[in-house]
Every structure is written in structure tokens, then in C-alpha cells.
């Protein structure tokens, strides 16, 4: 069968910062922290530098055998000015909302290109386009899934489980029944089948590392209290867009026996933002929310955000069965302030009974919040 491609501009104006990390986290070595500023260092200008001043013997012991030092002390001890550190620096970012708990500080590296340009993988806006779909299929269609809720709850039930394999096997069929449906191949668990094949999206276009905050992890408990803790996130600013091109390949898209159209995604984005606000978000204190055009990408924006429970199950239901999860998958903890941390959710009448947010510039945002629009482009 003959491709035909539609394609569509996808843009997410972000609303709280987006962390789409890289998996790199930036090392003491290699950043100074100066009053509200990160900067994060060049290795080749910091090498020139120091053989300028003739330190190279002295940075290799530094970088290599040294595990205590960090980035700022070296310089100081090897009277290093704060000029000449500055001019080694591949980027600086605001960090001026960070408050420093005890312990050292992690900072997590973004995605970038080979340029060191910030972007997002189309990868990480497909997975959240996946999730949402799925998630408002099983709204639309609450009695086909009907017997999938019921094992859920029933495989949770059961004791000896590894934590990294609970409901593995319930969210793999839900996917299948929802999304294998081209009939390829002749078993539905193949990829092959997979009508999602027909959605490509492409990466981002290009930012810039003045588009980039640091961003710190911070915890918005149900009764009002508030935690920091000491990681920090290289994240787009608020106020930047994204733009990606969305492709369909309608020859496999009309196999599911329905029509691509940019308003049913839309739609579908709609009732889930819905159904976000109405079960998770309205259970916290303060002004959240969010309009019918909202989504969440990335790294630290939170379970619910990322899962299809909600959607399968209703009000306290969904509460129990989310709780029940958490403590089949969370490791033990020693701190006895850290058992049984779940206990209360049904009383607070949420689970997780933590909203995922950050501050910047004073202001209280939830991470990886976007506002989403599709424009068809012309043939």
C-alpha cells in the first residue's frame, strides 16, 4: 500500500520548566555555584588556562586523583581569579531560587546536540502523545477495559512479586489490545502491529543554553508542607517554545478504521487535562489550574502525568489502587519517617499526595506543564 504522509507543526509553549534529561549529571569537577548563578565549565578553555599559569601537572592530579575538591576551591587554592574562571565557561544558568539542604548538590545535564544546543527527542513528545491516547481511549471505551482494572487489582493482591516487575504484564496487554491492531503479523504482541508506527515526530528544533534555568527538585505535600531537596535540573524556561513536525502515514493509520485528524488529538489532550485537574491536581492548595490545552513532558512532572491509572479507575478507587502500587514498587526505607509514607493517602483523599514543582523567580510553577497546539500544514 502506497504511504501518504500528512503532516502537522506540533508547538508546546512551556509553562512550568521541562528537564528532558540526558542521563549526565554534572560532576564537582565541573561547575562552579556563584551567589544565584551556575556555571558550568569549558574542560579545553580550563585546560588552556592552566597551562598558562603552568597548573597543567596540577588540574591532571585534580581531575583525576582528587575526590574531595571542588571546581570553586581549586581555582581559589591556585589563585585563580574569578575573571579568568568566568572566561572558562561554556554556559552559566540562574539558580537563583536554589536552597542548599545538607549534602553536596546534584545537577542533571539536558539532552543537547553535538553543538551543545538543548532540544527534546521526538521520542520523549511521542511517548507523552502515547500516553495520552491511551489514557482517553480507556476514558471513552470504560467497560472494554473493564476486566483489565479488575486484574490489576487482583495481581496486586499477590505477594513475592519483584517491585521492577509489578503490572508489567497488565500494562503491556492494555497497550497491545490498544495499539497493536495492524494485523502485520500474526501475533498481536509484535511491534509490527503497532499503529503508533503511523505517528513520527521528529526532534525538536534547536535551542539555546540562554533558553536553559536550573531548576530544583521540589515537593508540594497534600497538607501545605513544602520540601527541597538537593538536585538540581538544567530546564527550558517558561515563556520558550517547542516546535517539532508531527508525520502521519495515513496508509497505516486508516487500518485502525479511523481517520487521523490534528482536532482528535486535541480532543483527546482536552479530556485528559480534564480528568488530571479533576483527580489529582484539585486535591492540592493554591491556584493550579490548568487549561484544556495542557500536557506534561518530561522528567520529574510526576506519576500520574505519566500513567493510565486514573483513567481506568474512579475517585477513591484510583486512590487505593495507586497507594497499593507505591508500596509494591518503592524501595524500603530506613528513616522511619520514610515508612510506610503512603499510609495516609486514602485520608488525604489523593495518591501520590505529592505535587511535583519547582521555583523560579519567586513563583511556584509545576515542572514539565506545556500548553499543546497542532497546526495542519498544507499539502
Known sequence: MRSVLKTCQLELKVKGPVFVGSGYEIQK???????HKAGVV??????????????????????????R?????????NRISTDEMQRCMAYTLNAGDMQLEKGKMQIMACMKNPYGQPYIPGSSIKGMLRTILLCDEIMQ?????????????????????????????????IEEETFHILERSEKQRDAVNDCMAGIIVSDSEPLSTEDLILCQKWEKHVDGNNKTINLLRECLKP???????LTVDESLWKRTGKEFRAEDIMEAVQRFSERYQEAFLSKFAGNHTISDRTVFLGGGSGFVSKTMIYSLFEGREA???????????????????EKDKHAKDMIYGV?????????????????????????????
Open 29 to 35: 569537577k565541573e561547575y562552579i555555584l556563584q551567589g
Open 42 to 67: 569549558n574542560p579545553q578553555k580550563l585546560f588552556m588556562l592552566a597551562k598558562k599559569k603552568h597548573l597543567e601537572a596540577e588540574l591532571e592530579r585534580f581531575m583525576v586523583k582528587d575526590t
Open 69 to 77: 575538591e571542588d571546581l570553586k576551591h581549586w581555582a581559589m587554592r
Open 141 to 173: 471505551n470504560p467497560e472494554k477495559y473493564r476486566r483489565h482494572a479488575q486484574q490489576i487489582k487482583q495481581d496486586l493482591r499477590q505477594q513475592g512479586v519483584r517491585r521492577d516487575r509489578v503490572l508489567a504484564g497488565n500494562i503491556k496487554s
Open 239 to 245: 515563556g520558550k517554545v517547542i516546535r517539532c513536525t
Open 319 to 337: 486512590v487505593a489502587v495507586t497507594k497499593d502500587i507505591f508500596e509494591k514498587t518503592e524501595a524500603p526505607s530506613k528513616n522511619k519517617n
Open 351 to 379: 495518591s501520590p499526595h505529592i505535587l511535583k514543582c519547582t521555583r523560579y523567580q519567586g513563583k511556584e510553577y509545576m515542572m514539565g506543564q506545556c500548553e499543546m497546539t497542532l497546526h495542519p500544514k498544507e499539502s
